[in-house]
């Protein structure tokens, strides 16, 4: 049986050591240039080395993306970049590229670090995984579009030291593998170049020739048609099929998540791996479980995408473009003081007297009450309602340490 990794997305320094103590096998950032999230927060030089240097402490892998469509104006400091990533000690593990002139860039200028290819490069045949591997690619990244059985089928043909990278959890994209045009051309803003303004998820109308400015609502309910929207990837419930494909690389989508959306995915995944390559019958037992902690973090609904075939037409969500929620992000805990109290960084609203929740990377959540709250000033208060607020939290009814993440159920 493969054993395969879980890669985990992580948007800062915080998320990054959130997905590593919640279980991921390895970590996938962006530096502040040349990846495909460029609102995300993304790493400077110094966070990402130090994010990389505490990953490894753990034992657990980074690979920096760097998947842009590059243009002219774009390569030379996309050297410069490669140069100062073969620089650091300890550097990441990997590459994520789509462009094949910034592969051979990398190549030439750190080809110490190894290189995968992105989903972007639209990777969806046998023969395409071997010219990357001939060029010197450790790992590719399939196409959102393959189901199960073409997997299967390109690890029947491909070298056995080759990996494969799959998405299995996450926001699907409208267009072929991300290649999307409608950012560029509604707003300027390129998704291949990492600005994308997701206009698939906007609500649209129909707009006859003659008659400009006259919008006709496409209607399913009283909110409208959402069109172009989809609903978010899950094979939580699928472990065995992906793991019989061959694949070496369970893929989590979302680098603009939350370190409460990291967490939760990253210990659901986890502990159904560990589960099923211990016992499948443990896997199969505790499947409501699963269920029931992935839809602790926001999501669209679920769909398995093209896994086991074209989609029908219920992949998209016609009524809504926002995202499910039943769980609020209200911080993590940072030191714990030798009189008890939690140290965090408030994410959200929360007061004295409240129950929340306490969510352990081991699979535990323990309720707890808000007894006091003291502000960086050394002033108690009644509520935390401003945001980014550095705190001393006391709770009653169970104990915290260092990365716990504090949630709200709503």
Known sequence: MRHPELLIPASSLEVLKTAVIYGADAVYIGGEAFSLRAKAKNFSMEDMAEGIAFAHEHGVKVYVTANILAHNRDLVDIETYFRELGKMDPGPDALIIADPGVFMAAKRI????????????????????RFWYELGAKRVVSARELSLEEIREIRAHIPED???????????????????????????????????THPCRWKYAVMEETRPGEYLPVEENERGTYL????????????????GAGIDSLKVEGRMKTALYVATVARTYRKALDDYQADPARYESNMDWYREQIAGCTYRRFTTGFFYGRPDSDSQIYDSNTYLKDYTYLGIVGEVCPDGRY????????????????????????????????????????????????????????????????????
């Open 110 to 129: 750190c080809p110490q670090i190894e290189r995968h290819i992105s989903t972007q490069a639209n990777n969806t045949n046998y023969e395409t995984y």
């Open 162 to 196: 080759m990996e494969i990278e799959t998405f299995v959890h996450g926001a699907m994209c409208i267009s072929y593998s991300g290649r999307c045009l409608l950012s560029n051309y509604f707003t300027g803003r390129d998704a291949n170049q990492g600005a994308c």
């Open 228 to 243: 172009f929207n989809s609903k978010d990837l899950c094979m939580i419930e699928h472990i065995p099929d992906l793991i």
């Open 343 to 410: 140290r965090l960084e408030q994410r959200n609203k929360f007061s004295v007297g409240e129950q929340i929740e306490i969510m352990k990377p081991d699979g535990q959540n323990i309720a707890v009450t808000v007894e006091h709250i003291q502000d960086s000033d050394g002033i108690f208060q009644e509520s935390a309602p401003h945001p980014k607020q550095v705190l001393l939290v006391s709770l009653s009814g169970g104990t915290a340490e260092k990365y716990d993440i504090l949630r709200r159920k709503e």
